[in-house]
């Protein structure tokens, strides 16, 4: 049996470690190391970790640095394991006993060129042990896929519901520390454009349940952690990096997949339409270049409206009907 090594960043994050370690604990795959990477934790993560490790049969380690991110803690976490396989799972996430048994059978009958074995997961949300789904179950598929097809957001696979090999990490040089956004997502295109190769297991349901907060505010307010922009201009470079010659026509895709991707890009310029107005024609401009004849395709009142009038106009009408739909809405 392969070593897989379970690499957990936490950073004050005593309240839910427990639980993800808990469901790491209650893997079925026996053979793996468990190396937690505290981040400059100011509260009691490290402390908890061990407790809950002390009994643990197999190799672990609890490793402290300054805080320094996600990426560097995930990079200092996967530099000092020792398995052939990396089990990613961030400290308030936490995945199903039998999630890295299932995915260590396909993957031994795999190629080296295989990168990647991924599978269903699941948004969730909950503050203490107990979590409830708070969205559908996510069913990524992209084999045999272009990079791109990676970037559209319902193939977007979270890092606790993948396992990936050791020697592609090694090969790309694991994640880029400059990045606070979309770091995970870069990995992944990285590896995809390396030719690294990506195989869905299937699973009866999600193997990742992945926390989410929905009081929280994911972009642009005051305690929101990332701005609208950035997070917008990020996905948007990533999404440019895939492309040939800057047109999503060179991205590989399918027609199906780069409709997919428009409406990506759609959800974005609304956003900033709303929420951060003064960014919106630099976005829109980046669109445009990548899309040289933007029309958003959905809905269809802002499709039809864009065809009659322009995007930008449209944005505009649909700006002024907006508060009337939302009164109708808690009608």
């Given at each position: 049996m392969d070593l897989v090594s379970v690499v957990i960043p936490a950073c004050n994050s005593e309240k839910w470690i427990k639980t993800a370690l808990s469901s790491v604990l209650a893997q079925s795959y026996q053979d793996i190391e468990i190396i937690?990477?505290?981040?400059?934790?100011?509260?009691?993560?490290?402390?908890?970790a061990k407790q809950s490790l002390r009994d643990f049969g197999g190799p672990w380690q609890v490793l402290r640095q300054t805080n320094k991110g996600v990426s560097a803690a995930r990079n200092r976490g996967w530099r000092t394991a020792h398995g052939s396989w990396i089990q990613f799972l961030?400290?308030?996430?936490?995945?199903?006993?039998?999630?890295?048994?299932?995915?260590?059978?396909?993957?031994?009958?795999?190629?080296?060129?295989?990168?990647?074995?991924?599978?269903k997961w699941q948004r969730v949300a909950g503050d203490g042990g107990e979590l409830r789904p708070v969205e559908k179950v996510r069913t990524p598929y992209v084999d045999g896929k272009p990079p791109a097809s990676l970037l559209i957001s319902e193939n977007i696979i979270q890092p606790g519901a993948y396992l990936v090999r050791r020697e592609w990490l090694e090969a790309v040089q694991g994640f880029d520390e400059?990045?606070?956004?979309?770091?995970?997502?870069?990995?992944?295109?990285?590896?995809?454009?390396?030719?690294?190769?990506?195989?869905?297991?299937?699973?009866?349901?999600?193997?990742?349940?992945?926390?989410?907060f929905p009081d929280q505010p994911r972009w642009g307010g005051e305690s929101a952690r990332y701005k609208l922009a950035e997070v917008a201009e990020t996905w948007l470079a990533l999404v440019n990096r895939t492309a040939s010659n800057g047109s999503i026509e060179n991205c590989g895709l399918s027609a199906g997949d780069r409709e997919a991707l428009i409406t990506?890009?759609?959800?974005?310029?609304?956003?900033?339409?709303?929420?951060?107005?003064?960014?919106?024609?630099r976005y829109l401009a980046c669109v445009r270049r990548l899309v040289p004849d933007y029309v958003?395709?959905?809905?269809?009142?802002?499709?039809?409206?864009?065809?009659?009038?322009?995007?930008?106009?449209?944005?505009?009408?649909?700006?002024?009907?907006?508060?009337?739909?939302e009164l109708l809405r808690k009608a």
């Open positions: 937690v990477v505290d981040d400059g934790s100011s509260d009691s993560t490290a402390e908890l961030d400290s308030d996430d936490a995945i199903v006993s039998g999630k890295i048994k299932l995915q260590m059978a396909a993957a031994e009958n795999l190629s080296h060129e295989t990168a990647v074995v991924y599978s400059r990045m606070k956004i979309y770091e995970d997502d870069d990995l992944l295109v990285r590896i995809a454009s390396a030719g690294g190769g990506f195989r869905f297991v299937p699973s009866s349901g999600p193997v990742l349940f992945y926390r989410m990506d890009c759609t959800m974005f310029l609304r956003l900033l339409y709303r929420h951060d107005r003064s960014a919106f024609p958003p395709g959905k809905p269809f009142s802002l499709w039809l409206t864009a065809k009659c009038f322009g995007y930008e106009k449209a944005e505009a009408i649909a700006d002024i009907f907006r508060p009337v739909k």
